[in-house]
Structure formats: structure tokens, C-alpha cells
């Protein structure tokens, strides 16, 4: 009920103040409507003090102050609509693709601290051998299509007419280290991975 005659006073006060005119601008609202719509506004229940508010109040319409005040209001709910929208347009941007996960390689090359117990796993890679093949002996580096270089463990020696760009399997030896098999070698070698 209270809400009710709220806006109905809210209602007749605006259309009291659009119907006062610029004519009637400099004098003092609750003496300038007629007493029926004094009446009306159930004006005579205010104090003196909450009139002269109420005057007030009319006068800073009249002057436009009021007008500025909303449109401040009006354009900070604006720039408030537009952040939300530009928040809601970069939550719906697909996030950025994470970085590729270290490959077998990456992993070969890492320098990480394991506690005690630690179990790693590393998969096998193949490749080519970039150019001829003709065996190796002491410490020779196999340079590999994919950029990689190999370099010989364990020493030792083996021998074999060139072949052209063998294929080969580097995978994991169980006591650590990297072994790597070539296309028509019935043995295999023990090789680290050097630095690129």
C-alpha cells in the first residue's frame, strides 16, 4: 500500500512538473500548483522542513541539475554494460593451446630433480640416418633426418658395406642410458644424445 501511493505521488509530481512550464520556473512548487492538486499530493502531511526539501528537490529538476546527475548515473551503467559484455566476450574465447608436451627427446635432455623412488618412462623414437652408413668404432656421432645426434656409448667397433639413409630405433635401456638399433645391424649400440 505504502509502494502504491509512493508512485502515485512520484506519477503526479512529474506530471505537475511538466505541466509548471519555464513560465513558472522561479517560483517555489509547493505554492505554485493549485490546491486541489496540493490536495491531490497529500502535501499538507509534510512538515515545513520536508516541503521546503521537497522544493528544493524541484528547483534542482527545473535547473537541470538533477538531469545531470542521471545522465552521469545512465553513462556509468553504460560503461558498466559494455565491461560485462567485453568480460563475456573474452570468457567465451577458447583459452590459448597450452604448450606441446616435451616429447620422448625433450625428456631425454631434461635436467629435473626425482626423489627417491621415482619411476620415469621414456617411449622410443624412430628416424633415419642423415647420409651413408657404414659402421661406427669408438665414440661416432650418428646425425639423425630429425636433427638429432647420437653419440656412441660403450666404444667397440662395427663394420658393414655403406647403406644409404638406414633406418634406426633409439629406446631405452633398462639400466638407463639409450640404445639404438639400425636397419640390416643384427646388434644394436649403446648411445647418449648430445646437445643440439
Known sequence: MKHGRTRAWVGLLVGLLVGLGSG??????SRAITPEEFAAAELG????????RLDALVAAYRSG?????RAEADAQAAAAVVATAAAVAAARQPAPAPPAAPGFWA???????????????????E???????????????FTLENGQR??????????TPAVSHPKVKVYPAKLGGFWMKIE??????????LEP
Not at 541539475?65 to 546527475?69: Q, W
Not at 633415419?128 to 665414440?139: K, L, N, Q, S, V
Open 24 to 29: 513558472r520556473a522561479e517560483e517555489v512548487f
Open 45 to 52: 502531511k509534510l512538515s515545513p522542513a520536508a516541503r521546503a
Open 65 to 69: 541539475a538533477v538531469t545531470a546527475v
Open 107 to 125: 625428456q631425454a635432455k631434461a635436467k629435473v630433480r626425482i626423489a627417491p623412488g621415482t619411476q620415469v618412462e621414456y617411449g622410443e623414437m
Open 127 to 141: 628416424s633415419r640416418i642423415a647420409g651413408d652408413f657404414a659402421g661406427w668404432e669408438g665414440h661416432t656421432i
Open 150 to 159: 647420437w653419440q656412441v656409448a660403450n666404444g667397440g667397433g662395427y663394420y
Open 184 to 193: 640390416g645391424v643384427n646388434s644394436r649400440v649403446k648411445v647418449l644424445l
